[in-house]
């Protein structure tokens, strides 16, 4: 491994953040991020306090040779940046709202919870995911779907602005009128163009949403996803869902309660009136009687209550593909595949998406499969070193049985292991791929943020 005693205590001298290396009593802790399946071993870690730290972190690397790996919060880091340099922006959390105009300015290391404090008040939604624990710069990056996506789109679809370090060292602003063609290729491209210290993007007006799960036993699974094929049909763009099978493996950490049984949950969000929303839930409970019903009104700033996302680190390992359909082939393949005894995953996820999403122009940013009708995760927590390649194995057959009725797409913020090299071109319309790559190529043509989506530059 590379060492930098005396550089270290050069860099420390030049930034006001953290200059971390190998031999540092905190290194351990701080190299490692949300995911812990992702272990990776940095020569050197910069924990920055500034913007002009970032600008500093980039300019040493170029002179030392380094590739640059980024990391907001916990997520971030896509293979392990060993022998190189790690900047970690968890630091930079500033939360700045223009009620006014409706936007928010939030710095790179800010989490989609710190956001929803300082907004809500105002009556104002931000277009996080499913958990507000999870860094708002490299969930939005990738695309970012939520639980408001079908009325207002994914939140790429909502930066206004966007303040980055490139390659060459330089902070720069990125909009509609300032480098635009780095503004589009951002929007999407996860971080393979630059350092991201801090995202303007659009608030919309919804101070309340009918939401929750219904959670059904695991024999229903089958009947249940048809169920749900056919009722999101006739959805309005107010309503977002999804619907899970959860097989609970028979491990110590979860209650005794859960060990070993399946569930079906299906998760939904309404943006119009509790009394329309509660209507296209009652469907589901006209058709069976849930176990558990949680829906109910509630102020968005409680809209990570319907997913209960787990907030502390933990290994895991996921993959997910798209459908333009679902036929009942389809479902009875992802039936049997995530209820199977022998099967070592935990969850599998319907997101509906279509509406806003499909909405929007093909070529607004670098986000593709816009006209994709459901994402669709398979993965879950490894208890165990040998789990991820028990995870590995079966997700690849799960997805070769799937394999006639898939669209080919794939999601970034869903990608993890080898496919972030392998399929990130799935994410894109061959057109805005061939765009990025030359992007690449004038924004970084040595390649220095190589730890993100994979693409290959044109040079």
């Given at each position: 491994?590379?060492?930098?005693?005396?550089?270290?205590?050069?860099?420390?001298?030049?930034?006001?953040?953290?200059?971390?290396?190998?031999?540092?009593?905190?290194?351990?802790q701080i190299r490692r991020g949300w995911n812990l399946a992702l272990d990776q071993y940095p020569a050197l870690i910069l924990v920055a306090a500034t913007a002009q730290d970032v600008v500093t972190g980039v300019r040493f690397a170029n002179q030392q040779g380094l590739g640059i790996a980024i990391r907001a919060t916990?997520?971030?880091?896509?293979?392990?940046?060993?022998?190189?340099?790690?900047?970690?922006?968890s630091r930079l959390?500033?939360?700045?709202?223009?009620?006014?105009?409706?936007?928010?300015?939030?710095?790179?290391?800010?989490?989609?919870?710190?956001v929803l404090a300082q907004v809500t008040p105002h009556g104002l939604a931000p277009l996080l995911g499913s958990s507000p624990y999870v860094g708002v710069t490299g969930y939005t990056l990738g695309g970012g779907i939520g639980w408001l996506a079908r009325k207002y789109g994914l939140a790429a679809d909502s930066v206004r602005r966007i303040e980055v370090v490139t390659a060459d060292g330089v902070l720069r602003q990125a909009s509609a009128t300032e480098n635009s063609d780095l503004f589009w290729g951002l929007r999407g491209g996860g971080g393979n163009?630059?350092?991201?210290?801090?995202?303007?993007?659009?608030l919309y007006p919804v101070p309340t949403i009918y939401g929750g799960n219904l959670i059904y036993s695991g024999e229903n699974a089958l009947d249940g996803l048809r169920f749900y094929r056919d009722w999101v049909k006739t959805a309005p763009d107010e309503l977002?869902?999804?619907?899970?099978?959860i097989k609970f493996p028979n491990a110590p950490q979860l209650p005794e309660a859960l060990r070993g049984k399946i569930q079906v949950i299906l998760r939904a969000a309404y943006t119009g009136s509790a009394a329309d929303g509660q209507a296209y839930i009652q469907k589901w409970v006209d058709w069976r009687e849930p176990l558990t019903n949680t829906f109910h009104e509630m102020p968005f700033a409680e809209i990570g209550t319907i997913s209960n996302d787990p907030v502390d680190p933990a290994a895991g390992y996921g993959s997910n593909e798209m459908f333009n359909e679902l036929s009942d082939a389809a479902i009875a393949t992802i039936v049997r595949r995530a209820t199977d005894p022998a099967s070592p995953l935990v969850m599998a996820e319907l997101r509906h998406a279509g509406g806003a999403i499909a909405r929007v122009a093909a070529d607004a940013n670098a986000i593709g499969n816009r006209d994709a009708s459901f994402y669709f995760q398979i993965g879950g927590p490894l208890f165990?070193?040998?789990?991820?390649?028990?995870?590995?194995?079966?997700?690849?057959?799960?997805?070769?049985?799937?394999?006639?009725?898939?669209r080919g797409g794939v999601y970034l913020n869903f990608m993890s292991g080898d496919e972030v090299?392998?399929?990130?071109?799935?994410?894109?319309r061959p057109e805005s791929y061939q765009r990025l790559r030359a992007l690449k190529a004038k924004y970084d043509p040595d390649n220095r943020f190589r730890y993100s989506y994979q693409l290959v530059t044109s040079a």
């Open positions: 491994m590379m060492a930098y005693p005396e550089t270290k205590v050069e860099a420390q001298q030049h930034v006001t953040g953290q200059v971390i290396t190998p031999a540092d009593t905190d290194y351990e916990g997520h971030g880091v896509q293979y392990p940046a060993d022998d190189n340099l790690l900047i970690v922006t959390t500033g939360v700045e709202v223009d009620v006014k105009n409706r936007t928010v300015r939030v710095e790179a290391g800010a989490k989609w919870q710190q163009f630059g350092v991201v210290t801090a995202l303007e993007f659009g977002t869902s999804s619907i899970a099978i165990t070193p040998e789990a991820k390649t028990a995870s590995i194995a079966y997700i690849r057959q799960f997805k070769a049985d799937l394999k006639p009725y898939l090299t392998s399929r990130t071109q799935d994410a894109y």
